[in-house]
């Protein structure tokens, strides 16, 4: 949507869908932790991805990339209403949250920031220092990397360039 005329869309659109229902949008925050190396068009641009491959295109869409805390974050408001066919949008609970976190996740991963790891029970998610360690955030571009790369050499350039580390070789690299 256009910025200064989206509320306007979303309305044309909404009017043109069954009436069910009293929700007129969805808003989604999208929090990167205070010491991720994410710029705020950076964040946008994964906010941007995200609403792209999870959206398909289907719903409008507005995103506001915040500066305002300790943190960056990012809002995501779509239409409740599909422009395609004039359906409402279904949010169908633990399935629905779970593909939403998988493609933050992994657009997360993918420019090299944190994800909150996963726990069991109704809230879903540990916030605060309960991010996921380094270990495994290496270990999880690491698996990222290798699946996209086709030689031992595109892998180093890759974790150098696109990620920022630093590798050291010791021994016999064949």
Sequence with gaps: CCVEFADLEMQATASKGSGQGNRVAYHFYQSFAKDDPVTPELAHSIAEEFATKYLKGKYEYIIATHIDK?????????????????????YSGDAERDKIRTISDKLCLENGLSVIESTTGRRGW???????????????????????????????????????????????MK
């Design 126 to 172: 540990k916030r605060g220092d309960n991010l996921v360690p380094e270990k495994q955030k290496l270990m999880n571009i690491i698996d990222l990397v290798v699946n996209k790369v086709s030689s031992f050499e595109e892998f180093l350039t890759v974790m150098e360039l696109e990620y920022h580390y630093d590798i050291k070789s010791r021994g016999n």
């Design 70 to 90: 300790d943190h960056i974050h990012n809002h995501i408001i779509f239409n409740s209403v599909n422009m395609e066919n004039f359906k409402k949008y279904r």
